[in-house]
């Protein structure tokens, strides 16, 4: 069986933004790195139906979710966002956040454009509540080890799963010790192996990076990424990672070859990063948090209609 490199499991989601905004369907949070004493937890959830979930804070044990644990795809808003958009042939942006600033810019984005979105967080955030998509790196792990480390918890949590065969070259911001893993491409045969293990969502290797291209800019496989979509044939969901520098022509090539959820990180936070290096000793605070918002806004506005999911949304 083919170890599973990355897993990313999402469940229930809710709604940010005002009472008048998107359909509460259309924003799913994410986070990355699930924190190793969750995970350790996780495990207690097998075969129950409902349990505490607690986490080591302080040397005490502290109770933090209640929730009854069943699986069921129509309950879980990632799953339904990414149903909606394979079917109607556009991609959810789903971009990555690092503070405040980020949170209202998208969100307000998607109000503005009436879009889908999935928003992912970083390992700073990660014990706070909210965050009901959480990413497991398990790149390092012995090939044993890997497959299922987190599905046997997820099906009991109702939590879907989203993993990244092998390894995707380069290195995940924010996501440690990742950069030195070699990169491979996706095969039909990982296909099958990873949807054995009743995974929702794959992430697969065509050419696409976790880090910077260089001058040569991306250089996908599109053959094989139509072979993967062809192989799957609507059993899983097939998203994209790894985006930076992708021009609007690759982008689409992407989601017409059937990605359903594109992982987005500097195409939407450069301007931002910018505008912070050049303004912060020249703004008051409330201005260079303003400003920044707006930008980061604003191309995301853009991905949206990038990814054909502009006024999707009721």
Same mark, same amino acid.
């Given at each position: 069986?083919?170890?599973?490199?990355?897993?990313?499991?999402?469940?229930?989601?809710?709604?940010?933004?005002k009472?008048?905004?998107?359909?509460?369907?259309?924003?799913?949070?994410?986070q990355?790195?699930?924190?190793?004493?969750?995970?350790?937890?996780?495990?207690?959830?097998?075969?129950?139906?409902?349990?505490?979930?607690?986490?080591?804070?302080?040397?005490?044990?502290?109770?933090?979710?209640?929730?009854?644990?069943?699986?069921?795809?129509?309950?879980?808003?990632?799953?339904?966002?990414?149903?909606?958009?394979?079917e109607?042939?556009?991609?959810?942006?789903a971009?990555?956040?690092?503070?405040?600033?980020?949170?209202?810019?998208?969100?307000?984005?998607a109000?503005?454009?009436?879009?889908?979105?999935?928003?992912?967080?970083?390992?700073?955030?990660?014990?706070?509540?909210?965050?009901?998509?959480?990413?497991?790196?398990?790149?390092?792990?012995?090939? @044993?080890?890997?497959?299922?480390? /987190?599905?046997?918890?997820? #099906?009991?949590?109702?939590?879907? &799963?989203?993993?990244? !065969? +092998?390894?995707?070259?380069?290195?995940?911001?924010?996501?440690?010790?990742?950069?030195?893993?070699?990169g491979?491409?996706?095969?039909?045969?990982?296909?099958?192996?990873?949807?054995?293990?009743?995974?929702?969502?794959?992430?697969?290797?065509?050419?696409?990076a976790?880090?910077?291209?260089?001058?040569?800019?991306?250089?996908?496989?599109?053959?094989?990424? @139509?072979?993967?979509?062809?192989? /799957?044939?609507?059993?899983? #969901?097939?998203?994209?990672?790894? &985006?930076?520098?992708? !021009? +609007?022509?690759?982008?689409?090539a992407?989601?017409?070859?059937?990605?359903?959820?594109?992982?987005?990180?500097?195409?939407?936070?450069?301007?931002?990063?910018?505008?912070?290096?050049?303004?912060?000793?020249?703004?008051?605070?409330?201005?260079?948090?303003?400003?920044?918002?707006?930008?980061?806004?604003?191309?995301?506005?853009?991905?949206?209609?990038?990814?054909?999911?502009?006024?999707?949304?009721?």
């Open positions: 069986m083919t170890p599973l490199a990355d897993i990313k499991i999402s469940s229930r989601e809710e709604h940010l933004g009472p008048d905004g998107p359909d509460i369907k259309t924003v799913a949070f994410g990355s790195s699930l924190p190793s004493e969750i995970a350790h937890l996780f495990a207690r959830f097998e075969g129950e139906k409902e349990k505490t979930l607690t986490r080591k804070m302080d040397a005490h044990l502290i109770p933090i979710v209640k929730t009854t644990i069943t699986w069921d795809p129509q309950n879980n808003i990632t799953y339904q966002i990414l149903k909606a958009t394979e109607g042939g556009y991609g959810a942006v971009p990555i956040v690092y503070n405040i600033e980020h949170i209202l810019a998208f969100v307000q984005a109000e503005v454009k009436r879009s889908p979105l999935v928003i992912h967080g970083q390992p700073p955030l990660r014990h706070y509540h909210g965050w009901h998509e959480q990413l497991r790196n398990g790149g390092k792990l012995g090939k @044993d080890k890997r497959t299922g480390f /987190v599905l046997p918890c997820a #099906r009991n949590c109702g939590i879907a &799963t989203e993993a990244e !065969p +092998e390894r995707i070259e380069g290195g995940e911001d924010g996501i440690a010790d990742t950069a030195d893993l070699e491979a491409l996706t095969t039909g045969e990982q296909v099958e192996d990873f949807i054995a293990t009743a995974i929702d969502f794959l992430a697969p290797a065509f050419g696409n976790h880090d910077e291209y260089g001058k040569r800019g991306p250089v996908l496989e599109f053959n094989r990424l @139509d072979n993967i979509r062809a192989r /799957v044939n609507g059993r899983v #969901r097939v998203v994209l990672h790894g &985006t930076n520098d992708f !021009p +609007e022509n690759v982008m689409k992407c989601i017409k070859g059937g990605v359903s959820k594109i992982n987005v990180n500097k195409l939407v936070l450069d301007d931002h990063l910018i505008h912070v290096k050049e303004q912060s000793s020249k703004l008051n605070l409330t201005a260079l948090m303003e400003q920044g918002v707006e930008k980061a806004q604003k191309l995301t506005e853009w991905q949206m209609d990038v990814c054909g999911s502009t006024r999707k949304v009721k």
